[in-house]
């Protein structure tokens, strides 16, 4: 009330839901700032170890659930705001998403946030404060439209402004030489245009508010937000145009997943915010301890992706050209400060940069990167290397039809002393393919850190029902200790025990149902299987494997109607890249055959499809409790590791899959039955691919997935445009990159004894409770203690 009164002005009979949503959150911030301050002293006198985060993508969503959850004040809060006649779990839906983030890498960022704080680590994330984050997705006549995302609009009541914590981050412009009586160089860069990062702090609070860290974003302004000359003569545009420049680097979020953007203004991002950053870390080191040359022992930096691995260029520059750090003494600091985590293995993801932009736009960055080359391939020759072809592969140069490149994934590699992949069986592939060359040359770099999520999110405030039910079963103590759930394995037969997990999965899927009736116009059955395919729209996670299985079951079902069909919703959500034109043909083609078969009566209880539209941390959290099915069936061998796969699972889902990321894993740990695993394997896709892959005489081969090519190619599906699925089947029968024809049979198989284990309810249910048993180990707290150990060399606390 006083916060109502005060901070926002309003008294409760004029004040708008989103007055009481700020009032709440402003409120909750106090208790946050409590323990902010707490954590912030603490970690000053024990003098610990900092772990810096450093990442272009943090997809947080919202804030208000996940103070009050770790706080732990949900019910005092519902209650308190009953008594004035305010409903908390409205209010809740009141606060933007923010969504500075586009898909798995940006949302692990977030939980390894939330799990550094849990695990009292004392750490920075790093990132850009975007205006604009991620579009939101509109679907018109079934095509996907993008809207801006103003989530700053309302005001952030999450974020604290620090103008007084500001640095220039410089561009372009020339390096000076001078030479000492001794003749050493000293490099002076010069740059032609300065932008200035201004701080914006969140506070992370983690569980049961052990410990709070921020999350520090950097907003770009100008140095002079105006000439005035040219404001004065009356040039009111020029006068703006710099500030306009300047300001244009924290504008939005480039919206490609796993492709690189390869613009300047995408460059001039990632050096932005990677040299405040490290301005910031440095300057802070510098105050607490002194010597620049214990950076290593006092600061440990993740680079979340290569995005911002200019930084390695950067922290030597700081070293080397201002504190005067001798470059071996400067490289040996760097690296051990450095670690670096790889999310992809797609070639076409590795970000390169032009030689002739890095020297344009950072000329003294260019200089340094040859001298690290040079050290590197000198060192190298050194060890007796001198086959031309390995020197050229693990050059930080590439040069290519004359055009030379700076590889972003080398100097991250040589620049770090740690390289992670994110999946058992993606760190193995890093080291056979990428990273062939360099893993021969520095065999002890290359780690394994599998993916986890933050159980407070995904599974207490997401699944209040479950987590109850958890919690009554195994005591309090699985809140703090996932691997507790392992206790539930002795109830997976109890019909009892089943049968209140049916209760709360029944009422989860009647939300859902609302969801549907709300944005779709129609509900779903809750009593159907809800089959689940909730991530970015790409050819390599594969929806359209997935929608030729849902051609094929109408087919059958039409065919036959009468046989004792499992009912099912097919479930769709995910956002495609603005120029990614054939994910978006798929949404396009998810919508057209959710169109037909939703209104054909003969499939009528038994087959529905759904696109549910603008998918993102909210949606998944409205989703996920209410999945039956998972599909997580990417080709093998390209997807890293996959989170939402680890998501679903915890929630009782149980996966169709291939042996792919974390999958793998998955399968390990739930065990054969529990789940249900199809088709080529990563190194059967790479023999096939190898051997040249016909597509044409496997489609000829199944009479099913030649029915379903001919229906889509004919435009059962597209009547009013029967033309426009063509190119797509085409594709698909002549370079099936992606092998989802080979696949095909396989899923086909693996649904139908879906259908089956369904069917027999006890059977699924045990299934389901195991799955939720023995996934404990997909924490992120997991995850981030081996971070901890291997790679930063920093105490958790035990929880
Ligand atoms: C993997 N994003 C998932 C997840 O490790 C994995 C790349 C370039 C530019 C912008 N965004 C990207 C990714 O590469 C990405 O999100 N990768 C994902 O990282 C976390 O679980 O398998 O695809």
């Not at 079934?142 to 009541?157: A, D, K, R, S």
């Not at 996670?541 to 051609?551: A, I, M, W, Y």
Request: glycine letters at 6%; one cysteine or more; charged letters at 25%.
């Amino acid at each position: 009330m006083a916060k109502l009164a005060y901070a926002v002005a309003k008294d409760p009979t004029s004040a708008q839901e989103r007055d009481w949503y700020i009032a709440t959150a402003l409120a909750v911030r106090d208790r946050v700032v409590d323990g902010w301050a707490e954590s912030y002293r603490h970690t000053n006198d024990t003098q610990n170890k900092r772990v810096y985060y450093m990442s272009l993508e943090f997809l947080i969503g919202r804030l208000l659930f996940d103070s009050l959850t770790n706080l732990g004040i949900v019910e005092e809060m519902r209650q308190a705001l009953a008594s004035l006649g305010v409903d908390l779990d409205r209010l809740r839906t009141v606060e933007p998403d923010a969504a500075l983030g586009n898909g798995g890498l940006g949302r692990l960022a977030a939980c390894f946030m939330e799990s550094m704080a849990t695990l009292a680590v004392p750490a920075y994330g790093y990132g850009i404060r975007y205006e604009n984050g991620l579009f939101r997705q509109g679907i018109k006549d079934g095509w996907q439209q993008e809207y801006p995302e103003n989530w700053l609009t309302n005001g952030n009541p999450w974020e604290f402004e620090r103008p007084e914590i500001t640095y220039d981050v410089g561009f372009g412009g020339t390096v000076d030489i001078t030479y000492g009586p001794d003749g050493a160089a000293t490099y002076r860069w010069h740059p032609a245009e300065r932008v200035s990062a201004v701080a914006y702090d969140t506070p992370v609070v983690g569980w049961r508010c052990r410990h709070v860290n921020t999350l520090r974003l950097w907003a770009a302004r100008a140095v002079d937000p105006l000439r005035l000359d040219a404001f004065n003569a009356g040039d009111y545009v020029g006068a703006l145009a710099d500030r306009v420049r300047a300001e244009s680097i924290s504008k939005v979020l480039y919206p490609s997943d796993a492709t690189p953007a390869g613009q300047e203004l995408r460059l001039r991002q990632e050096f932005f915010f990677a040299s405040a950053s490290l301005q910031d870390l440095v300057r802070r080191h510098i105050k607490q301890y002194g010597p620049v040359e214990m950076l290593a022992e006092k600061a440990a930096i993740q680079l979340n992706d290569t995005h911002p691995a200019i930084g390695v260029v950067e922290l030597m520059r700081i070293l080397v050209d201002l504190h005067d750090v001798p470059w071996a003494k400067a490289w040996d600091i760097t690296q051990a400060t450095f670690g670096y985590t790889n999310h992809t293995l797609l070639p076409e993801a590795l970000e390169t940069w032009p030689v002739h932009l890095m020297e344009r736009l950072l000329p003294r960055h260019m200089q340094i990167i040859y001298l690290i080359n040079a050290v590197h391939l000198d060192g190298l020759r050194a060890k007796g290397n001198s086959d031309p072809a390995l020197l050229s592969s693990v050059s930080l140069i590439e040069e290519s039809w004359g055009r030379q490149r700076v590889r972003m994934g080398t100097l991250a590699f040589v620049g770090a002393h740690r390289v992670n992949g994110v999946s058992a069986l993606h760190s193995e592939l890093m080291k056979e393919t990428v990273f062939r060359d360099l893993h021969a040359i520095f065999p002890e770099k290359i780690n394994n850190k599998t993916n986890g999520i933050t159980f407070r999110r995904w599974l207490y405030e997401a699944n209040p029902g479950l987590t109850k039910v958890l919690v009554d079963t195994l005591g309090p103590r699985v809140l703090d200790d996932p691997e507790e759930l392992l206790g539930l394995e002795k109830f997976a037969s109890d019909t009892e025990f089943q049968a209140k997990l049916k209760a709360v999965r029944r009422k989860n899927k009647e939300a859902l149902s609302k969801v549907f009736q709300h944005r779709l116009g129609f509900p779903v059955d809750p009593d159907a299987l809800f089959d689940v395919q909730i991530k970015r729209i790409h050819e390599y996670k594969r929806q359209h494997l997935n929608l030729l299985e849902t051609v094929a079951l109408y087919n059958a079902i039409r065919a036959d109607p009468g046989r004792n069909w499992t009912p099912r919703v097919k479930i769709f959500a995910g956002k495609a890249a603005a120029s990614y034109h054939t994910a978006k043909l798929i949404i396009k083609l998810a919508n057209d055959i959710a169109r037909v078969v939703n209104s054909d009566p003969t499939v009528r209880g038994i087959l529905k499809v759904g696109f549910l539209q603008n998918y993102n941390v909210s949606l998944a959290e409205q989703i996920i409790p209410a999945a039956d099915l998972s599909e997580q069936i990417s080709t093998a061998g390209l997807e890293a590791s996959g989170t939402g796969n680890m998501k679903l699972a915890l929630n009782g889902a149980l996966t169709i899959g291939t042996l792919d990321g974390a999958n793998v894993e998955i399968n390990e740990r739930v065990g054969e039955d529990n789940i249900f695993i199809f088709g080529l394997t990563a190194e059967e896709v790479e023999a096939r691919r190898r051997n040249g892959y016909n597509a044409r005489d496997v489609i000829a081969s199944s009479p099913k997935l030649s029915e379903v090519f001919a229906s889509i190619e004919s435009g059962v599906f597209s009547p009013d445009d029967t033309s426009r699925y063509r190119g797509f089947i085409e594709m698909l029968s002549n370079h099936d990159h992606f092998l989802v024809t080979a696949d095909f049979d396989a899923y086909y198989a693996a649904q139908r004894q879906v259908d089956a284990h369904w069917q027999n309810g006890a059977a699924w249910w045990r299934s389901s409770i195991l799955n939720t048993a023995r996934v404990g180990w997909f924490s992120s707290d997991r995850t981030i203690r081996e971070y901890a150990r291997d790679i930063w060399n920093v105490p958790v606390q035990t929880t």
